[in-house]
């Protein structure tokens, strides 16, 4: 059974870093794209960035220029790295990916639980 399983979040100061890590578990033929929603509380899931497997990135226009994303497709993982982080950036971090599945026709999205990540003032 397929799996994401994302770690890394956590508290820290405005101005700081972390880096949120996201590893598929399973049985899997392909992963294309791969990346991070987040969602605070009242707000509805937004895109932070995400990676193709072509290596195309593409970002939320609030993170731009302060958030990277990255792929390592032999560990099938995928990265956050998180600087200048602000208290606004505060909400549960959800890795997405589209995966097909070994042994299954299509492929087809997948979710991790979240992680939380809290920037303070």
């Known amino acids: 059974q397929v799996q994401l399983v994302e770690s890394g979040g956590g508290l820290v100061q405005a101005g700081g870093s972390l880096r949120l890590s996201c590893t598929t578990s399973g049985s899997v033929f392909s992963i294309n794209t791969m990346g991070w929603y987040r969602q605070a509380p009242g707000n509805q899931r937004e895109l932070v960035a995400s990676i193709s497997n072509g290596g195309s990135t593409n970002y939320g226009d609030s993170v731009k220029g302060r958030f990277t994303v990255s792929r390592d497709d032999a560990k099938n993982t995928v990265y956050l790295q998180m600087n200048s982080l602000r208290p606004e950036d505060t909400a549960v971090y959800y890795c997405?990916?589209?995966?097909?599945?070994?042994?299954?026709?299509?492929?087809?999205?997948?979710w991790g639980k979240g992680t939380l990540v809290t920037v303070s003032s």
């Open positions: 997405h990916a589209i995966i097909r599945p070994l042994s299954v026709l299509l492929p087809r999205d997948f």
